[in-house]
């Protein structure tokens, strides 16, 4: 039977559109058939102008090649500006809101001959208030947030890429909670301007996908870093299992697929240590919130001030504790991260990666919260580089990930290893 | 003689306007009547609304003091957004945008009862395109750049604060050539959301004034870090006197009036010794240009792509050359950044501050060229807070500035020294 053209791989359908074999336009229509069909139930996509959409392809399928990915439609998060479509950052305050400029990941994108399918949900700036995109499992669900709709919109077989960001564990935690991957690459990795600013020294473009190859294929247009030979990755990797401090904010699914995981990649050849994170580590999982209150409640000032009313409940309290955030605190709380930085670079040296949860459980049921980031916000605070990969189940039976972790601007080698690990699984699970 | 409104200091301005003596709408009346007599010379200004800032101005007589600054007028850089006022970036290709929202230090001062005055000129995406802005003492020459017109307004009093932005040497250099003070603070004081990003890991919001009180003030609004006690910064500092690895770039009058200013600081109390910079430091000034060149290639991408006639001759090929920039090569200079800071950090523990030449010469004789980065840049990758402080004469009778650095996010003390060094200067030269 043939995989229906919206749930190809990028890689797999931008080969075919080289080939002859497909077109972009063909490819786009899939996509936007699935995205009729469904996105009454998921909710994923804050603005789609179909015709558009189409008639771009049909302009990449006139145009010579421009990267691997070209004519690959994506997903932008609705936290980055594009010139085409409306950009509301989630926010009443910006409805209707149209930039001037696309944002250079978007520009990226179209230099490398991608498609622009349309603009994804995003949480309300993109904080922790819920938006109406469901997760595409069940949806009396969250799909986590705050890229809720680039999460739901991969998971769901809606468009095979699509950007995030993360600012405590906006990637991460939606992808597994869909049953998406992702990657949260090393800071600094894909030029931010043009997204909204909200914690300037975490926020985080990120990637959403279907397979470890897709994820490095678009990091390599969107970053300049070449994707990795994935045939090398088949040796025996040095792999830390990190519990992390707050091991026991994990469900009783979740440690148990991880420790599995664990001996899974052990019984694939892998070596597997337990690893402790850096003394002060702690710190960073509590006091994230400092740097974030801090510097959210500054780049919002101008919202904040003049439309009080527009902001939601959920965050007008963050960022009236974010005022009350003295510098010395703000500056002391970068000073740890950047000692733990420097710790878990040394740390690092003995292992290829980390293994961690992705999530302290499956998606919760409820439309009231997004879920909780502890299990991503040390990794932003510390700039390493993070893939989640879908494995397990939870206990009313949704999707679980694992998380790995790399060391800082190790991007390309963390990507061969999560496909390493994610044949391993297939294999193995 | 009284001292006309236009050129008290920030700080003396507000005292009188809390004391009843002056209003915010004398206040900016004055500046603009200042400017209307200047600015057809000068040319320091990109928008001004008059009307718009005197209503604003008499509001603001009307609201209780929000800040040490209330009632002050600003000029702000046009690379930072503001609603109220068209913001152009200095490039044809955003002719009469008007922002959507205010950036985050425009609401800042905002908040503080700060006023915008107007928007001074900005040359190209901040970049080295020269702007129409003359240099306030000679109109033959270039007020350096990229902030040139808040370096130029500030230095010909017609607003006693501005904001500029430094990602080479844009903000201490044009007010060296202007014989204006400014700060660059340490990296990640200022929140950039909405300001253009051009290198985003070197893109620093800095402050032009006429006083280190009036930098203090200003930087303890806009970034949270408190103003010091000057009257404590009485002692005896520890001076690192550092000629840089490019001490041959700096005229001879660059050379003798910096070695004339070490003299006088040690007359008026404190010890001077000679600063080596870290190994591997000189890297810092060749190559601060590959991160840039990387980094605005990808930031200014969709202008690139989509306007490219509209790019100067200056800015197009330093994007063409970013785009040549492997990403290896891009991480090995943030690497050795990285390891410079620490040793720097390591290094300064023994000096209050280091003594180093603010530009290489006087403000060159051209229209051609806004002048020479070379001992801006290099402090700029390392992040760390640096002070330009008038002092001296070039070879053709325009200012010269001295450069005070301080240790990592030590802004508040590095202010501390530049009062007492002003002060010692003022009475010892």
């Known amino acids: 039977m043939q995989t229906p053209l919206n749930e190809l791989s990028a890689a797999e359908a931008a080969r075919r559109i080289e080939a002859g074999e497909l077109t972009a336009e063909a490819l786009a229509a899939a996509c936007l058939e699935r995205i009729a069909e469904r996105d009454d139930a998921v909710r994923a996509w804050a603005f789609i102008h179909a015709r558009q ?7 990449l399928d006139r145009t010579p090649r421009r990267s691997r990915l070209h004519g690959v439609p994506y997903g932008i998060k609705d936290i980055i500006d594009t010139e085409s479509l409306p950009t509301e950052y989630g926010s009443p305050i910006y409805s209707g809101h149209r930039p001037r400029a696309d944002a250079a990941c978007v520009a990226l994108l179209r230099r490398a001959g991608c498609l622009i399918l349309g603009k994804t949900v995003s949480t309300e700036f993109a904080n922790n208030h819920p938006s109406p995109t469901r997760n595409p499992h069940d949806p009396a669900h969250t799909p986590g947030g705050s890229s809720s ?8 077989r809606m468009v095979p890429l699509a950007l995030g960001t993360q600012t405590g564990g ?4 939606p992808a597994a909670y869909c049953g998406a991957l992702a990657l949260k690459p090393s800071f600094g990795s894909i ?16 990637i959403f996908s279907r397979t470890p190859e897709d994820l490095a294929l678009a990091l390599e247009v969107l970053s300049g870093r070449p994707a990795p030979d994935f045939a090398s990755f088949t040796g025996k990797p040095r792999i830390g299992l990190c519990r992390t401090p707050r091991w026991q904010d994990a469900d009783a699914a979740t440690q148990a697929n991880l420790e599995q995981t664990a001996r899974l990649l052990a019984q694939a050849g892998a070596t597997v240590t337990d690893f402790e994170l850096p003394a002060g580590s702690d710190q960073l999982f509590d006091r994230h919130g400092i740097i974030m209150g801090f510097e959210s409640a500054r780049a919002l000032a101008w919202e904040y001030m003049t439309f009080p009313e527009q902001i939601s409940k959920s965050l007008k309290p963050r960022l009236d504790e974010g005022w009350q955030v003295t510098r010395a605190d703000y500056d002391a709380v970068r000073e740890t991260a950047r ?4 710790a878990l670079a040394d740390g690092m040296r003995d292992v290829d990666f980390l293994l961690t949860p992705s999530a302290p459980s499956e998606a ?9 980031p502890v299990f991503s916000r040390a990794w932003t605070l510390l700039g390493v580089p993070c893939v989640t990969v879908p494995h397990g189940k939870g206990a009313h039976g949704l999707p679980l990930g694992i998380q790995l972790v790399g060391p800082f601007d190790g991007d390309s080698a963390l990507l061969g290893w999560a496909h390493w690990a994610a044949a391993a699984l297939s294999a193995g699970g």
């Open 170 to 173: 906006s990637v991460i935690r």
């Open 339 to 342: 000692r733990c930085r420097r």
């Open 53 to 59: 959409a189409l008639a771009e392809a049909r302009e």
């Open 191 to 206: 030029n931010r301007q043009g997204t909204k600013l909200v914690a300037e020294s975490l926020d985080t473009i990120g």
């Open 149 to 156: 709709g680039s999460a739901a919109a991969v998971a769901d």
């Open 364 to 372: 919760p049921r409820s439309h009231e919260s997004t879920g909780d």
